[in-house]
């Protein structure tokens, strides 16, 4: 099968052998070269790229250089040159670039690269001299893997992967959507529970809309945000004259889901004392508007949601039991986000491409540092505070790719940050390794060969970072 090579531009200053470019033309890479920032620049202009390499001088004697303290003492990147270079990554924001520093550069600078600002917002990783060539094609398939996928997702933006409707592909996310294509057929009611921010409305919808009721009403109300004087009016409705201010006929949200779905949100803030009204049409099916005498009858299904433990509230006497039961025909739960480790970065990535539709915010992606956090950040309002999260972050941020610190979420949460780099670093090379084993179905070789490197070299770093096939 005969694999497409990928373009990549490859910027080095003249002082440096072919070697590199060599190795990277001899695993498959496209490679553009270019050895002064004209050259790189004309690149640039013609060709659309993915990722770039950029390696600096191995005679730079200080980091000093790059931040800009002492660059026209030592004669090795000035400010016109920095600026230049600012340029060059400025060109198409959308490359992912990998930097090449002597180890001496990167010695005092900050793990996120804040000392400079076209490495803080242009670069994926850097590498250090002499360069592991292992170590280089690592981070480089992981700059393209990362674009790569961006890439393709803003593109397709309206057939993200989903089931129902509904974005997620981890294990408890497969187990609902099984469960849910069983409650979909049948026409009884549902109590569907879970923390706040689920999608337990999602779920409701799903279920509507594969059931034989799908080309009826679907009719939600909040019933924890209506004064307890109000809610039974905006349930059942009323009759003109049935109470002051009540000056024409106002039909209920029960009334108005005849022959397809009520959804009744939130249902464990109802007040103790309407619980008996909605029970009563549970039982018989009709409905008395306030103020009236006629019985009209409903056929309508009842989906309701709490992000209440109902058992306890029976206990405590705050819901009915017999109610619990007459709503809890079928259940489900929708899980916690924290459960769907998995569906965390694809949920973020939808969300940045979602709201980036039609925009033009600074941000192009996301840094490692924030990935990692993403997932290891407890998420007390599941989708709905990612979702936010993103949103804001993205309206915000001045970084082209969004950085922890634009996220806004508690630190103090029960999460550890990265502290370095090479953590950083580590835990990509960890997650590109782990990846390209899966899809090659725990094929060494073949995973090997997606990555660039020796099936040797992957053994290596499996043993390395204590990853099994």
Request: contains cysteine.
């Given at each position: ?26 695993h498959d890479w496209d490679v553009y070269l270019a050895k002064n920032f004209q050259q790189a620049s004309d690149l640039v202009d013609k060709h659309k790229f ?420």
């Amino acid at each position: 099968m005969l694999i497409s090579k990928r373009k990549l531009i490859l910027f080095q200053q003249p002082s440096f052998s072919d070697e590199i470019y060599n190795e990277l033309l001899a695993h498959d890479w496209d490679v553009y070269l270019a050895k002064n920032f004209q050259q790189a620049s004309d690149l640039v202009d013609k060709h659309k790229f993915m990722v770039g390499l950029c390696l600096i001088d191995e005679a730079c004697p200080s980091t000093h250089c790059l931040i800009g303290k002492k660059c026209l003492v030592n004669n090795c990147i000035n400010t016109q040159q920095l600026t230049q270079l600012h340029r060059l990554f400025n060109v198409q924001s959308q490359i992912n670039w990998v930097m090449g520093l002597p180890k001496e550069c990167t010695q005092k600078m900050a793990p996120d690269f804040a000392d400079i600002k076209p490495l803080a917002e242009y670069c994926h990783d850097y590498i250090t001299f002499p360069v592991d060539i292992g170590r280089l094609l690592v981070s480089l398939n992981h700059a393209y893997g990362m674009n790569d996928t961006r890439a393709d997702s803003q593109e397709t933006i309206d057939d993200y992967p989903s089931t129902f409707g509904i974005i997620g592909n981890s294990p408890p996310m497969q187990n609902l959507f099984s469960l849910l294509k069983k409650v979909a057929k049948e026409d009884c009611s549902v109590l569907i529970e879970g923390e706040t921010g689920t999608g337990k409305e999602l779920i409701a919808n799903a279920i509507h809309n594969h059931s034989k009721r799908s080309k009826n009403p679907f009719v939600a109300i909040n019933c924890g945000a209506f004064p307890k004087d109000l809610i039974q009016a905006e349930l059942f409705g009323y009759e003109k004259g049935a109470f002051t201010g009540a000056q024409q006929r106002r039909i209920g949200k029960i009334e108005s889901a005849q022959g397809g779905t009520l959804f009744l949100d939130e249902i464990g803030d109802l007040p103790y004392e309407q619980q008996v009204n909605l029970l009563r049409f549970l039982e018989d099916r009709t409905i008395t508007r306030i103020g009236g005498v006629e019985k009209i009858a409903i056929d309508a299904r009842v989906i309701a949601a709490t992000h209440v433990d109902l058992k306890e509230a029976v206990k405590r006497k705050e819901f009915r039991e017999d109610l619990y039961y007459r709503l809890r025909v079928l259940q489900m739960a929708t899980p916690p986000l924290r459960a769907r480790e998995d569906d965390i970065e694809l949920l973020a990535w939808y969300f940045f491409n979602k709201f980036s539709q039609n925009q033009t915010y600074q941000a192009k992606g996301f840094h490692a540092d924030t990935l990692y956090l993403l997932q290891h950040y407890e998420w007390p309002g599941n989708v709905r505070e990612l979702m936010n999260c993103i949103r804001s972050a993205l309206v915000m941020s001045e970084n082209r790719l969004l950085k922890p610190v634009d996220l806004g979420i508690d630190r103090r949460s029960k999460i550890r940050m990265l502290q370095t780099l090479d953590e950083a670093r580590t835990l990509a090379d960890r997650e590109s390794i782990i990846t390209s084993l899966r899809h090659a179905n725990n094929n060494v070789s073949r995973a090997a060969e997606t990555l660039g490197i020796s099936r040797v070299s992957l053994y290596r770093l499996m043993d390395k970072y204590s990853i099994n096939a």
